[in-house]
T-cell receptor, first 114, second 111 residues
Framework: NAGVTQTPKFRVLKTGQSMTLLCAQD?????MYWYRQDPGMGLRLIHY???????AKGEVPDGYNVSRLKKQNFLLGLESAAPSQTSVYFC?????????????FGPGTRLTVL | GDSVTQMEGPVTLSEEAFLTINCTYT??????LFWYVQYPGEGLQLLLK?????DKGSNKGFEATYRKETTSFHLEKGSVQVSDSAVYFC??????????FGQGTELSVKP
């Protein structure tokens, strides 16, 4: 049982390049989330999904797209990377959105945009 | 909107010292409250939680009590260890299942 895994762990991009971050969970969770972590700002929600085939915007969605074609996978795309997107990206999942439900986090992807 | 405010770090303590990390929140209704911990190079792990007023969450010697009257959820530990060095995040669960995080407090424990 691997929990939540993220690929890749590190990546360096040039401005304007595109990339996709992959998140996978093996806990049969309905909800999945993408956050970014920046110094002094905690984690901020980018996009989330409440089930296979669904996506919704979070607090900071601009410049990102997501897809949830399979229940276990949640992809985060950057179509044209900008230096402001340099950050650590975390994926999380939870069984449901009910008040008692814990979110489980992946190990993170450190992205640098030059 | 809902928000979480934590005391600024970094916090540096000697081993066996008492730890308090302050956390206050602003929210409509009565959200569930969480403390997450992030060890160096790792993702976040749930440390403890409380789902209603006066609940006390506890784990690994850490405790926090949900205080509705002061809208606070301060994290405490009676005797910290070097292995507790990490970044600690307070968070509330917004209606609809979205977590709102504080900015994080870095704790460094020296032998």
């Amino acid at each position: 049982n691997a929990g939540v895994t993220q690929t890749p762990k590190f990546r360096v991009l040039k401005t304007g390049q595109s990339m996709t971050l992959l998140c996978a969970q093996d806990m049969n969770h309905e909800y999945m989330y993408w956050y970014r972590q920046d110094p002094g700002m905690g984690l901020r929600l980018i996009h989330y999904s409440v089930g296979e085939g669904t996506t919704a915007k979070g607090e900071v969605p601009d410049g990102y797209n997501v897809s949830r074609l399979k229940k276990q996978n949640f992809l985060l795309g950057l179509e044209s990377a900008a230096p402001s997107q340099t950050s650590v990206y975390f994926c999380a999942s939870s069984l449901l959105a009910e008040l008692r439900n814990e979110q489980f986090f992946g190990p993170g992807t450190r992205l640098t945009v030059l | 909107g809902d928000s979480v405010t934590q005391m600024e770090g970094p916090v540096t303590l000697s081993e066996e010292a008492f730890l308090t990390i302050n956390c206050t929140y602003t929210a409509t209704g009565y959200p569930s409250l969480f403390w997450y911990v992030q060890y160096p190079g790792e993702g976040l792990q749930l440390l403890l939680k409380a789902t209603k007023a006066d609940d006390k969450g506890s784990n690994k010697g850490f405790e926090a009590t949900y205080r509705k009257e002061t809208t606070s959820f301060h994290l405490e530990k009676g005797s910290v260890q070097v292995s507790d060095s990490a970044v600690y995040f307070c968070a509330l669960l917004h209606r609809g299942g979205k977590l709102i995080f504080g900015q994080g407090t870095e704790l460094s424990v020296k032998p």
